[in-house]
């Protein structure tokens, strides 16, 4: 056993040199190029006008051959950095690249005023040649042909500022770069001025272009743009603390520093330690500032991201006053606030669409878009200016963190917009639902909203386009709990109340607090959004295009039947004929009354106690008539409402009894007709209803005899349920009907049988036959004629003159 340990460590210690050798070999390389780096620049080792820009950390070297990259070049790093005295955080830079990229080392020595650069470049494959003892460092030479892999490559670069930079660019399209500068220095108020033509492409020839490339870009192997970002802005005040955020993006732009000036924003109004988590909407280079000095990571649940489209980000730049940037989630004590954090940019939009136009892949647009960032970057460092940053605080609940945990457009969660669209008419109701939200305090997924409209129904709106638009501007359609980490999404009924009116009616849109009571109601003028854009009046107040009579919509209004006083009432009033259809809709939902009457309810355009009848009807008729003898293959219902009422509306609806399909019927009784039938059977007639048997289809259809149901309904036992309202009061008496058993208020008055000729006149003969005879509900079809009265004159006149006549003596 002994023996066995003894040669185990006897293994390791003869490995340990082999282990050190391609780590040792790795490191002599770096020395190599820290000394050249230090005799070519002229500086001295600790110089803090040094600084070092290198990918080694993150490339990785196959010491064994096996083909498998298992040893960190960062050795060559170190030693770079051993030998020049520069320092992580101050003025050595790590950048992230892929494990099988070339080595890259770049070494800057100068200030904002001067600057010189040498750039080195070993290949990958020579890197592990190296570790694997193959290339002895003492025998590499340093080359100036980047195609040879046997060498160290190395370009030098001097007199290397930004202002130099710029004027060359200029100069290469024959601009006077002095048109754009101030005291000799790059002035960012005269570029926005001139909307950056200075980088017009057409002004440039390919053959300058490519010259300039070669210098600054081409020679430094695919690195420039990094290496030159880096030391440029480092040069001129890039904050030291934001280095790592550097790292991690592997350049610098004017995204990362945007991101830099938010977090700087964050920290100097004390919001950044009560960030729970942050979303990233749009997502850009600043987000990999934001997630590396706050440490918001997606790993820990904490980063999100979410990619709102152009004509969304557009919009929010033009109702925020900056591009939006992102949403910080906050957490102060027991309350939530979102924190929507905004950036204005300087005037690039000329100029990226110019350069869109001479095509990103052309050495024109590279070259020019490179260098536009880099310039931006350096004079965001020399004006750090986190002004730039807007900050704007809105309330939050947990309902609306957990949707955008659930990946919910978190703009539209806060209530800053809806779905983009561009039908104006879509949109003048999105700013209307967006109003009301506000007004009522209802959240995003709020279960207790509720849309009360008519829109669906009319021609402006036919394409559908505007129920999802409603579901998704409110969060209808679900409701979310649970933190950052575990989402609970629950699935919820709908809450959208389509009233119907005519095609041609006012658009009428009304959300409702179901809690609470109170509601806004919007009747829209769509002559008003004539000749305007979608986009024009996603910005605009809905008072601009309301109905002039429907200015009540400024203030939210109790619409609970139960609750409305004479203010109330009053600010109703100037909906006009839309008023009942609402509140009584309403009514029926701040109460609760059952889904499927509320449907119906719909269906008839209000809420009252006759279409309530109808259900309590229809639910009577599935209860103890259908339920106890269900409805067979070969058998058919048809409904007679006679008297007719709002019934109707409910029995075609619950029942599926239409006229179109002549499953239902309509009379009307004379009012004598109807208290005579009351006074004898001590309840209201209220209909038929008829089931037969049938054979055959179409044309060889064939009706078989059936039964007959004749259903009453007790209003007098009704009216002592309803309640003492003053307003709206049919809507409060509905309420309280609904919460009966229908069995109080139906039942069946007569159940006879039918024979076939008897349900042909009940439902094909209905224009000659009163179907109450039929039933034998009405005993007199025939009742006496009365004489003409010019026949009673005649008799009458007869009469008098008999009795006139004197009688004559016997």
């Not at 080792?45 to 064994?64: F, Y």
């Not at 057409?202 to 743009?225: P, R």
């Amino acid at each position: 056993m002994l023996r066995a340990i003894a040669v185990v460590i006897s293994a390791l210690v003869l490995a340990v040199p082999a282990l050190a050798e391609p780590q040792a070999d790795l490191r002599a390389l770096g020395e190599k190029i820290g000394n050249d780096a230090l005799t070519t620049l002229g500086a001295t080792a600790g110089d803090p006008k040094l600084l070092v820009i290198t990918d080694a950390r993150a490339v990785w070297v196959d010491s064994d051959g096996d083909g498998t990259p298992d040893t960190p070049a960062a050795a060559v790093a170190d030693a770079v950095a051993s030998e020049t005295g520069c320092k992580i955080g101050e003025n050595l830079v790590f950048v992230q690249s892929k494990p099988a990229s070339d080595l890259f080392v770049a070494v800057f020595y100068g200030d904002e005023s001067s600057g010189k650069l040498v750039f080195y470049r070993v290949t990958h494959s020579l890197l592990d040649r190296i570790a694997r003892g193959e290339v002895s460092v003492d025998s590499l030479t340093f080359t100036s042909d980047p195609s040879d892999e046997n060498g160290i490559y190395r370009y030098v670069l001097g007199d290397l500022t930004a202002e130099n930079v710029f004027r060359e660019l200029l100069s290469a399209a024959g601009i006077d770069p002095s048109g754009y500068m101030t005291d000799g220095r790059i002035d960012l108020q005269k570029l926005d001025e001139h909307g950056w033509d200075g980088f017009d492409p057409d002004k440039y020839t390919d053959e300058a272009l490519q010259s300039f490339n070669d210098k600054y870009f081409g020679k430094m192997c695919g690195f420039g743009f990094t290496v030159l970002s880096i030391a440029l802005s480092w040069a001129n005040g890039l904050p030291r603390r934001y280095l790592a955020s550097v790292e991690r993006h592997d350049h610098l732009c004017p995204g990362l520093i945007s991101g830099m000036l938010i977090v700087d924003k964050l920290l100097r109004e004390g919001k950044a330690e009560a960030v729970r988590f942050y979303v990233a909407c749009p997502i850009w280079c600043k987000d990999d500032a934001i997630y590396t000095t706050l440490d918001l990571t997606q790993g820990k649940r904490n980063h999100f991201v979410f990619h709102p489209d152009s004509r969304e980000r557009d919009l929010l730049n033009r109702k925020l006053g900056g591009s939006p940037a992102g949403v910080f989630v906050l957490q102060e004590g027991e309350d939530l606030k979102a924190l929507v954090a905004t950036f204005k940019w300087v005037n690039w939009g000329a100029v990226f669409g110019k350069l869109a136009r001479a095509g990103w892949g052309s050495v024109k647009g590279r070259v020019l878009n490179s260098m536009i960032r880099i310039i931006c970057d350096v004079v965001f460092c020399r004006d750090w200016n986190v002004d730039r940053v807007g900050l704007k605080e809105y309330p939050m609940t947990c309902t609306e963190a957990a949707a955008i945990c659930a990946g919910r457009d978190p703009y539209m969660v806060l209530g800053l917009v809806a779905p983009y669209t561009d039908d104006p008419k879509v949109a003048a109701v999105e700013q209307a639902l967006l109003y009301a939200r506000k007004v009522l305090g209802l959240s995003y997924g709020d279960e207790r909203a509720y849309v009360i409209t008519n829109v669906t129904y009319l021609k402006d709106f036919v394409d559908g386009r505007v129920r999802n638009v409603i579901t998704r501007t409110l969060g209808l359609d679900a409701t979310f709990s649970g933190s950052n980490r575990s989402i609970q999404v629950t699935t919820l009924e709908d809450r959208i109340v389509e009233f119907h009116t005519d095609e041609t009616a006012d658009p009428v849109i009304a959300v409702v607090n179901a809690e609470t009571g109170e509601g806004v109601a919007v009747v829209l003028d769509l002559a008003k959004l004539e000749g305007k854009r979608a986009e024009d009046i996603l910005t605009m107040d809905p008072e601009e295009f309301v109905k002039e009579y429907a200015k009540a919509y400024t203030d939210k209004v109790k619409m609970n039947a139960f609750e409305i006083s004479d203010e109330d009432n009053d600010k109703l009033s100037r909906l006009g004929r839309y008023a009942f259809n609402v509140v009584t809709l309403a009514t029926a939902v701040v109460n609760g009354v059952p889904k499927d009457l509320l449907r119906c309810a719909a269906w008839h355009n209000h809420f009252c106690p006759g279409v309530t009848s109808g259900w309590m009807i229809a639910k009577y008729i599935q209860e103890e008539i259908l339920a106890k003898e269900p409805l067979k293959d070969n058998e058919r219902l048809v409904w007679i409402g006679v008297p007719v009422w709002c019934k109707e509306d409910a029995v075609q609806t619950l029942l599926d009894l239409t006229p179109g399909k002549r499953g239902e019927f309509v009379m009307q009784l004379p009012r004598e007709v109807q208290e005579e039938l009351k006074r004898e059977y001590g309840i209201d007639v209220a209909g038929i209803l008829i089931r037969y048997q049938y054979t055959g289809k179409g044309k060889d259809e064939q009706i078989l005899g059936g039964k007959a149901y004749v259903i009453g309904f007790d209003w007098d036992k009704a009216n002592e349920i309803r309640p003492n309202v003053q307003y709206f009061g049919h809507a409060a008496w509905a309420v309280e009907l609904a919460k009966r058993d229908p069995r109080e208020f139906v039942r069946v008055i007569k159940e006879i049988s039918l024979g076939a000729e008897d349900v042909k006149k009940l439902t094909e003969d209905t224009a000659r036959v009163n179907p109450l005879e039929v039933v034998g509900v009405i005993h007199n079809p025939k009742p006496k004629r009365k004489p003409p009265v010019y026949w009673v004159t005649v008799a009458l006149a007869l009469t008098l003159l008999v009795f006139r006549r004197p009688l004559k003596p016997s």
